[in-house]
């Protein structure tokens, strides 16, 4: 078919045929010419590069030869879609035919790495080098020169910058390639180093290994969940979270970042806890537990277990503590003290499960761990009635235990208001709310909540 229709362009002449596209299309529009090297045409398109295809010559069963460019394509690229849907905008191609085989090749553009976007929310792009391999697939590989943002050792920058200025997220990326996934869909796929920059958070750098992200912008990671080193760590807020593993994902919350881990919730006590989901969310730029699950336990005596969560506030008036859950009337009372903020809070609070082993009892507390403007605190409180009484020595039984355990609190109420009517009454959002009705009880969580001074 080649054959013949370069038979057809010699028998007409090219000379006519040039006459012929310039009444057509316009002059210039639509270039011919032939020599003792080929036939060379060049086609100027709308948006202004030109197709030139030159020296073209067709050798029988043996295919043809020729060299195949774009030109303007560095100063005005041409957008292309490639595989499943992902964009790139070429700025170099540049293809070598002899004799039916590919003989050399320069294919660049900027490529549009989707899940990832800039402070305007416009795409980020990357440049890259495409060519086709000895099986036809084509690759991608990182361009030798770039005008994108690299780190002192040259890895190519990626950031995604959080919302309201609460950091960025980065990656150094150090290889990319297209990989088609056992869903048949392809996937660009990264390694390179990932930076996590949050105010008041120092994160760790964190290798990675096989990120891949569809033309969707759907993102996962080789095998799932990925194992961390056992040396990462993080310091959240005072306290030390060990990171074990890294997952992506994307719901109804946003894009995120997460990690598993453990975390140490009290200095010189062995009490911690398994941290699962810790998500910094890209859509909103927030940082979050999924929840926290704790464990402590002095053998034969007691043992504590349950799952918690987490309350981060910097609070700049009594409504921000109201609006996380916590009385507006200790405002004053967390450091810096006075009515100035802000006020920086953080604690983990919930309920558990207190086994006391020398009597095989299992009740319910309430607990609370972390600090109130760099105090610290520690509160454990149980209540239980017992419908049956436990049998403890010789005609002596349990019927019911109360108790609690509070460090760096002091609920200490002001004038007018006495320690009786802190008992008698519940808590109330200025402290004890007189009008309520009685609840008699010293071990309310909410009485407790006041930091000392």
């Known amino acids: 078919m080649a054959s013949t229709a370069l038979s057809l362009i010699e028998s007409i002449g090219v000379p006519i045929l040039q006459q012929v596209a310039d009444a057509a299309l316009g002059t ?36 043809f030869s020729g060299h ?29 035919m002899a004799n039916g085989s590919l003989a050399a090749s320069t294919i660049g553009g900027s490529l549009t790495v989707p899940y990832f976007s800039d402070e305007s929310n416009g795409p980020v792009t990357i440049d890259v080098e495409l060519s086709v391999k000895q099986d036809g697939s084509l690759s991608i590989t990182l361009a030798a020169s770039t005008t994108a943002s690299t780190t002192s050792d040259g890895l190519v920058q990626l950031f995604y910058n959080l919302p309201s200025d609460l950091g960025s997220v980065e ?71 060990g990171l074990q593993a890294l997952g992506f994902g994307n719901d109804s919350t946003g894009k995120w970042i997460g990690f598993n881990g453990d975390i140490n919730l009290v200095e010189g006590i062995s009490l911690g806890g398994s941290v699962q989901g810790l998500h910094v969310n890209l859509t909103h730029g927030t940082v979050s537990f999924d ?6 336990e002095i053998p034969g005596v007691i043992e504590i277990d349950g799952e918690i969560d987490h309350i981060h506030v910097d609070a ?95 609920p200490e109420p002001q004038p007018p208001v006495t320690w009786w009517d802190w008992f008698k009454y ?12 009685p609840d008699y ?5 909410n009485k407790w909540l ?4």
Request: glycine share 12%; aromatic share 8%; hydrophobic share 45%.
């Open 316 to 410: 700049n008036t009594p409504g921000d503590l109201t609006a996380v859950g916590l009385m507006p009337s200790i405002f004053n009372s967390i450091a810096p003290i006075g009515p100035t903020g802000p006020k920086s809070v953080d604690v983990f609070a919930g309920s558990v499960k207190v086994v006391i082993e020398t009597c095989d009892l299992e009740v319910d507390a309430d607990f609370i761990v972390g600090n109130f403007g760099g105090q610290s605190v520690f509160f454990l409180a149980l209540d239980c009635e017992l419908p049956v009484g436990i049998p403890l020595f010789l005609d002596v039984a349990l019927y019911g235990l109360q108790g609690l355990v509070a460090t760096g609190l002091d």
């Open 171 to 241: 990656i150094d990326v150090a290889s990319i390639e297209f990989d088609l996934a056992a869903n048949k869909s392809w996937t660009i796929v990264i390694s390179g180093n990932l930076i996590i920059t949050v105010p008041n958070l120092n994160w760790p750098s964190i290798e990675l290994r096989g990120l891949g992200i569809d033309s969707k912008g759907n993102i996962s990671l080789q095998g799932g969940w990925i194992d961390l080193p056992n040396q990462m760590s993080l310091d959240f807020f005072g306290f030390h979270v």
């Open 291 to 296: 929840g926290v699950g704790i464990s402590f």
């Open 68 to 96: 195949f460019y774009v030109d303007g394509l560095d100063t005005n690229p041409l957008s292309a879609t490639l595989l499943d849907g992902f964009e790139i905008a070429l700025t170099a191609f540049d293809v070598t």
């Open 28 to 63: 210039g529009v639509l270039t011919i010419s032939d020599d003792a090297s080929g036939l060379s045409i060049g086609v100027t398109i709308p948006s202004g590069q030109t197709l030139n295809a030159d020296n073209v010559t067709f050798t029988g069963p043996q295919g």
């Open 426 to 437: 519940p808590n109330g959002p200025s402290g004890p709310n007189l009008s309520g009705t």
């Open 450 to 453: 006041v930091p000392s001074v």
């Open 441 to 445: 009880t010293a071990t309310d969580v």
